[in-house]
């Protein structure tokens, strides 16, 4: 009797995900970048991982560990136990199935009791197919049938079909041919309904594999070839290792072992980038049985012992016991009876306890040749009774007839539902096609009596048109001079705030390493920079004032002309004393005051002065902070938090001044809020001040006029094709 075939069972895409496309995760990871929200992330990243995972990919850790971290942000019972679950999956793929075991066992009453229906399924799906590789198919069994239910309850025909197959081959683990057969085409249609190729693929891989062990070695090839073809086409690395397998096994058992041989080579190389270690083991098993019946029986058993040596790693029962009995019959071809007897009692106790009757019958069989050539005929007798016993009640001519009837009948009730359904589609064309030609007519003359009436009306509406274009007409070329008459004052207003703000020459006389980064929203600007010097004391500010446009640079004016009194007239340099008569001017001159008759705008901004001689700057802000740079250390110094103007109460603001010494090299910044509130960048947001502050730090040391520069890029990358928000100005100065 021949060695018997170790099945390479590779397990398909995770219970409850569907086929992917290869760039699943880099499609993720974009939907990750839009967003911000740590449950949307964590459930992104849990699909990578289960993708990552089922691939076997080098990757899965890594992806796995940031889900962890991500699900420690949310801190949640349910996402941990979503969390649990994941590891277990990533443990199971990776063929640690103990540990994937104990985890799914402790977490499925959490499942159920946060009524995670979805992965409660799941959850039993992979016990099956751990128990199946641990080889207690009774219980593997019980797994499915429990997933299958719940399958059922939420309508996934993909997961009925995967509980279905696996089902099968837990019975055909256990010889139970016709009872295989049965689940496989329970099986074989919802995957078909579905359009899941691969399960489709794997499932008539199954049913082939049946009919080639010694049932209808025909009608077995008749599957494997349409498996085949299925794989080649999807191109499904997996899918072809199974193929190739399979049409293996077939030449061994046609005694073409070369051709097999070079098959199962073909598998190995698929396997160091797809496959799993069972798979692997299982090859070399399948090579070691091919090379003992070429008569090289000790480079058949070299390979044995490494395939068991595997199969005792990772607990697979199935695969030891099918080991341990070509290893036992590999010592009988030796004449070495005592080691052959060794390895059938190693793996007779375990057929028993998966009930495998085609384990056991091979076992049998071979201990019954052990006993004769040693003389002990009772004993053989004994064993030879038992191998027909379990040879009868799987391979017996009822099995064989029961087996084609179901096929038959399966392929009967498959044509009927395909007639059924071209007679209901055949039916269904016909009434739509009386419906069609009742409603083309109807439509028809429809059409007919509205062209009549629209041939009518346009005739009345021509007329009308004419006198309506000629009157929008006007009106279009009174709005067009209305409105070149409104830009032509505006950009006439833009040459007087040009004219009145520093000049480059001015400023740079004044501060000569120091740069302005000015960029208005409008044609005028409500935010303005402003500079005089007094002895040797040089004043400078970044003026925001309420509104943009227009509004706002009527109320720069206002602001300019106060500051530069401040100095020129009244001879004040302490900031805060400007602020102090800023304040007081703004509300005098815009007559703001409790009867709510003057104008409620104001002006936030951060001055300072700097002393040339002895670097020490001091500084007064409303609400726009000052921040600088000394020694490669990032300081902020706040502003208060009143504006310039608004003093209902008639009262003017004393504004907090803060003296700061400066060193040689150090940078300060002034601005407005206009660059930290830009929208923008990859998800729409705006800048905000950390990252002004992270780059104005990053940068300091640069150049002072390519720091402007690279203050222009950032802004334009991150605003993009978005509209600009405010007016923004910046100036940077290095003592």
Not at 409 to 418: A, G, P
Not at 444 to 463: H, S
Not at 499 to 523: G, Q, T
């Amino acid at each position: 009797m021949k060695n018997k075939i170790y099945i390479c069972f590779i397990f398909l895409v995770a219970f409850n995900l569907n086929a992917m496309c290869e760039n699943y995760v880099d499609s993720i990871k974009a939907l990750i970048n839009k967003t911000s929200d740590p449950k949307l992330q964590f459930g992104y990243y849990y699909g990578i991982v289960r993708k990552l995972a089922n691939e076997r990919s080098e990757e899965t850790d890594k992806y796995y560990l940031i889900t962890k971290s991500i699900s420690e942000k949310i801190n949640t019972p349910a996402v941990a136990t979503k969390l649990e679950f994941l590891h277990a999956i990533v443990l199971a793929e990776s063929d640690d199935y103990i540990k994937a075991k104990q985890i799914l066992i402790r977490i499925i009453p959490d499942l159920e009791l946060n009524k995670m229906q979805h992965e409660l399924c799941d959850a039993y799906g992979y016990l099956g197919e751990i128990t199946i590789a641990t080889g207690d198919y009774i219980k593997a069994i019980e797994e499915f049938e429990k997933s299958l239910l719940l399958a059922k309850e939420l309508n996934d025909l993909g997961q009925i079909a995967e509980c279905n197959m696996y089902i099968g081959r837990c019975f055909q683990g256990m010889g139970n041919i016709p009872k295989a057969l049965e689940y496989y085409q329970n099986a074989l249609g919802p995957a078909e309904q579905v359009k899941r190729d691969r399960l489709t693929t794997q499932i008539n891989l199954f049913i082939g594999a049946l009919y080639s062990e010694g049932v209808n070695s025909e009608l077995g090839m008749e599957y494997l070839s349409k498996a085949g073809a299925i794989a080649e086409q999807m191109k499904d690395t997996n899918m072809m290792m199974n193929a190739y397998t399979y049409i293996a096994n077939q030449y061994y058992y046609r005694k073409e072992y070369e051709k097999a041989l070079d098959k199962y080579q073909k598998i190995l190389l698929f396997n160091e980038k797809f496959g799993s270690r069972n798979t692997y083991a299982g090859v070399l098993g399948n090579m070691g049985n091919v090379y003992a019946d070429m008569g090289q029986i000790e480079k058949g058993m070299e390979l044995q012992f490494q395939a068991q040596k595997i199969f005792e790693e990772i607990q697979d029962k199935q695969g030891l016991t099918i080991c341990n009995s070509a290893i036992g019959i590999d010592y009988l071809n030796l004449k070495n009876y005592d080691k052959a007897l060794e390895y059938f009692n190693k793996s007779l106790p375990m057929a028993q306890e998966m009930q495998s009757l085609e384990d056991l019958i091979e076992i049998h069989f071979n201990l019954s040749r052990l006993y004769e050539e040693t003389k002990d005929y009772e004993k053989a007798f004994k064993n030879f009774k038992l191998y027909k016993k379990y040879n009868d009640s799987v391979y017996n001519g009822n099995n064989a007839q029961k087996i084609t009837e179901m096929e038959l009948n399966y392929r009967f009730e498959s044509k009927q539902k395909e007639t059924a359904l071209l007679h209901e589609l055949t039916n269904e064309r016909f009434k739509r096609t009386v419906f069609a030609a009742c409603s083309v007519g109807l439509i028809l003359l429809i059409i007919v009596f509205l062209i009549g009436r629209a041939n009518r009306q346009r005739k009345k509406a021509n007329e009308q048109l004419t006198i309506s274009n000629t009157a929008i007409r006007i009106q279009k070329e009174e709005l067009e001079t209305h409105k070149k008459e409104i830009t032509d004052s505006i950009n006439y207003a833009k040459r007087i705030q040009e004219s009145i703000l520093p000049p480059d020459a001015y400023w740079k006389n004044i501060l000569p390493n120091s740069f302005i980064f000015y960029r208005p929203k409008d044609i005028v600007s409500g935010d303005f920079y402003w500079i005089e010097q007094k002895d040797d004391v040089a004043c400078f500010a970044a003026v925001d004032c309420t509104g943009h446009g227009v509004p706002g640079a009527l109320m720069s004016v206002v602001g300019f002309n106060l500051l530069t009194q401040a100095v020129n007239e009244m001879n004040l340099t302490i900031p805060s004393d400007i602020l102090k008569h800023l304040d007081y001017g703004v509300t005098k001159t815009l007559r703001q005051s409790g009867d709510g008759k003057g104008v409620k705008d104001g002006m936030d901004l951060s001055l300072c002065s700097i002393n040339k001689n002895t670097n020490v700057l001091q500084y007064a802000g409303a609400f726009n902070a000052l921040y600088y740079i000394s020694n490669g250390n990032f300081y902020e110094v706040k502003a208060d938090k009143f504006p310039i103007g608004v003093n209902i109460d008639g009262k003017v603001d004393n504004y907090t001044n803060h003296t700061i010494p400066l060193q040689k090299g150090d940078c300060v910044y002034l601005f407005s809020d206009g660059y930290a509130d830009q929208f923008g960048g990859p998800r729409g947001k705006k800048f905000k001040y950390n990252q002004l502050k992270q780059i104005l730090h990053k940068m300091h040391l640069l150049p002072i006029d390519e720091q402007k520069q690279e203050l222009a890029n950032i802004f334009d990358s991150w605003k993009g094709d978005l509209e600009q928000v405010d007016d923004v100005v910046i100036i940077g100065v290095r003592v």
